[in-house]
């Protein structure tokens, strides 16, 4: 079946679009791919609706965060739209869309996840039949609600040497391991997203590009050491996080590049504490998410955990489009009444089909 997967991430930086040709197991072909940055109007109103988001106790069922979620909708019409228009596919000819929509607010502590974003409407604009709301079902049975792409990672894997480890820097860092018979997924702390917010705060940059900001500041240890002091590293899996679960309080009083220096290895060094969960240390971490752009973040990330860290296209994934292609290939999965998520990667009981579909 062809099938669109969307995915806007906690970066917030605009929405992923990949069109594969997928079984919903194995048998996965690329068809195209496109980007649809956020202007920095929109930016600043998803980062306000994360605010808000993050002071409910439990979101209802008619909660509304402003008009954010139907403007993110049409934006993610959009976004199928140009897609089709790149790959000269026609929208009969493509059976279901996957719609992850944005996540506020992650607090699977409490029992809740919150993506918002309006599916019944995105299937009404493009005539396709949507999947969405893909982490509920998981959170209600007991599970984290994240991560969800490592399904996507196992069926890629399969051929390759173990133990493996795939690692997505994102918002928020997860890793997924793989070992002979075994595997094991889980959030691994902030990647991109305190760096980020650091960048912005100091220069109005979207991004520390090229890691150069990092590069050019020192790391302050004592500060890192206070930030990597907390219980949650410690926490066996399964655990997750929001994006908002560290920010940048930390390092203020440093320089801008010292501050990104310390953000950045902090990124680093909490994938190092992460591989203390793992029954075997991979023999090498792919790399996925936009935080593989970042050489200052690579080679702190090989230096501090010891293991050869490579980007995910030496094996010959497209790293920009792997988790939008995850949530296609989670849609038909969906529709096929299969799981999308497992005990080993957010610890619900059992494995658990997640997602609402919305006919075209």
Not at 168 to 183: K, P
């Amino acid at each position: 079946m062809l099938a669109i997967g969307l995915m806007s991430g906690t970066s917030m930086d605009g929405i992923d679009a990949a069109l594969i040709d997928t079984d919903g197991e194995g048998a996965n072909v690329r068809i195209g791919f496109h980007f649809t940055p956020y202007d920095e109007a929109m930016r600043a109103r998803l980062r306000a609706a994360c605010t808000l988001a993050l002071g409910v106790e439990r979101p209802g069922p008619d909660m509304v965060i402003d008009p954010i979620a139907r403007d993110l909708t049409l934006a993610h019409a959009e976004a199928v739209a140009a897609l089709l228009a790149a790959t000269g596919t026609a929208p009969d000819e493509v059976g279901v869309i996957g719609f992850h929509g944005q996540t506020v607010a992650h607090r699977p502590e409490r029992g809740w996840t919150w993506q918002i974003g309006d599916g019944a409407l995105l299937a009404q604009v493009t005539g396709i039949r949507v999947v969405h709301d893909f982490r509920w079902a998981d959170v209600a049975a007991g599970g984290q609600g994240a991560p969800l792409a490592p399904g996507y990672h196992r069926a890629l894997a399969g051929g390759l040497e173990r133990p493996l480890g795939v690692l997505n820097l994102g918002g928020v860092g997860n890793l997924t391991w793989f070992g002979e018979d075994a595997w094991l997924s889980f959030d691994t702390g902030p990647a991109n997203a305190p760096i980020d917010d650091w960048v912005r705060e100091q220069t109005g940059a979207t991004r520390d590009e090229g890691g150069a900001l990092a590069a050019a500041g020192a790391v302050h240890d004592s500060v890192l050491d206070s930030m990597l002091d907390t219980p949650w590293f410690d926490l066996a899996p399964p655990k997750s996080l929001d994006r908002d679960a560290w920010n940048v309080q930390a390092v203020r009083g440093l320089s801008a590049a010292d501050g990104a220096a310390t953000l950045t290895a902090f990124s680093a060094a909490t994938v190092a504490l992460a591989l203390n969960h793992v029954p075997a240390p991979p023999r090498r971490l792919l790399v996925t998410g936009g935080g593989r752009h970042n050489p200052t973040l690579m080679a702190m990330l090989e230096r501090r955990t010891g293991i050869p860290c490579e980007p995910v296209e030496a094996v010959g994934w497209q790293g920009d489009e792997l988790e939008a292609q995850a949530f296609a290939w989670m849609a038909v999965r969906v529709l096929d009444g299969k799981p999308t998520s497992w005990p080993e990667t957010t610890g619900v009981p059992q494995p658990t089909s997640g997602g609402i579909v919305s006919e075209g």
